[in-house]
Structure formats: C-alpha cells, structure tokens
C-alpha cells in the first residue's frame, strides 16, 4: 500500500497558484506531448482560475505526470582505457610496439554513436643494438644443421645453444625473436614452464571433470 501511494505520488504531483475555495476552476487543458521522444518523460495539463466576474485570473493549477514511450533512447558507444604497450616487435634494433582500446564502456546501443578515433595505436621502439657479423664469420659454419641455426637473413647462422639465451647473437636478432617476449626486467618465465603449467592445468580440469 505504502509503495503504491508512492509511485502515486511520483506520477502525479500539482503546484497551485494562490487558489481560492470560492472560485472556480476551468476545465483542464489537453495533455501535453511527452517531453521525451524515448523512455521515460514528463507531461503536463493546466487549469486556469476562474475569477467571480468570470475573468480569468492568473493563478494556474498544473497537472504533471510520467510518460513512458515505447523507444529506447541511444546509446553512444564509449573507449575503454588504452591496454599497456606490447612488448617490442623485435629484440634488437627499430621494432614496433602497439595498444589498443575497445568500443565498449559503453558498447553503443540503439542507434547511438560509435566511437570516434582510432582503436589501435603504434610507435617505434628499440631494445637495444643488434650485434654485427663477426669478421671471421663463414657459412661454411652453418652446415652443421644440427648444431647451427639459421638466423632468419640466412647470411649468418649461430650455436643453437645460443638460441634463446637471453642474448642477441644473430645480426638480425632472429635467435632471440620467438622466445625474448617471455621475459621481463624484473622476471623471466621460459617457455618450458610455460607449457608446464598449460599441461598441470589441463590434468587438474580433466581430474576435476572425472571425479564429478
């Protein structure tokens, strides 16, 4: 009951104007268009007073009340924060990082805006100088296609022990280029322990899904 006078009282309010028991009232007016085209809004109708001498006084009596209309209003679409830069698109010399950011705080909605500017951001980056070609190189030396690597120019080939160490030896950066993106300046996570927890993971799920 109590929520009932409630939502009464919202939809239906009036502000009069110096009224008088002994006059009258005029009948009320038309209701007003919703003053919203989508979702909720306001309407209102007026009374004027009628004075004794049947003159119209300037005191009004107005009727306000809600509107629901049967459109959702717009949703203009709305960036979320950019995410950090990538890491480095090479592990020596210019490489690229990136960031991007999403249409989606909000995602727009009946007919609302999208966002404007781009979604994707680039800029040059350098880890460090690539070393050179040593002097005394030959690609005789790369024969030996179980102990060499191919570094990716395929003018230079390494140690494979050397691929992944952490330090650039290929000129073109190629033996650190598929695994330096793991490590950080304050940790290193190699890529077999990466692929150590992807297996226990899976083990856990699956005895996980056995046991229910």
């Known amino acids: ?18 009224a008088s028991s002994e006059k009258e009232w005029m009948t ?16 209102q109708r ?5 004075n004794e001498d049947g003159s119209m006084s300037n005191s009004t009596r107005t009727d306000h009340a809600s509107c629901l ?7 203009a679409g709305n960036w979320t924060s950019w995410t950090p830069w990538s890491h480095c698109s090479m592990p020596c010399g210019m490489g690229q990082q990136k960031r991007v950011r999403h249409c989606a705080n909000p995602s ?44 990716r120019s395929a003018i230079q ?4 022990t050397f691929v992944c160490d952490r330090k650039v030896h290929c000129h073109d950066g190629s033996d650190e ?7 950080s300046s304050k940790a290193s996570v190699s890529l077999q322990n990466l ?18």
């Open 108 to 151: 727009p909605a009946y007919k609302g805006a999208n966002c404007a500017g781009p979604d994707e951001q680039t800029q040059e980056c350098k880890k460090q100088r690539c070393p050179p070609i040593p002097p005394d190189f030959s690609m005789d030396m790369c024969a030996d296609e179980h102990r060499m690597f191919l570094c």
């Open 1 to 18: 009951m109590r929520n009932s006078i409630v939502a009464i009282a919202i939809l239906l309010c009036y502000t009069i104007h110096v």
């Open 28 to 43: 009320w007016t038309e209701w007003t268009a919703c003053s919203t085209t989508c979702e909720f809004g306001l309407r």
């Open 195 to 212: 692929v150590s927890t992807v297996i226990t993971t899976a083990l856990c799920l699956v005895f996980v899904v056995l046991s229910s």
């Open 157 to 160: 080939c390494v140690n494979k």
């Open 69 to 75: 209309n049967d459109v959702m209003c717009p949703v």
């Open 177 to 183: 280029m598929s695994c330096y993106r793991y490590h």
């Open 46 to 50: 007026v009374s004027r007073l009628e």
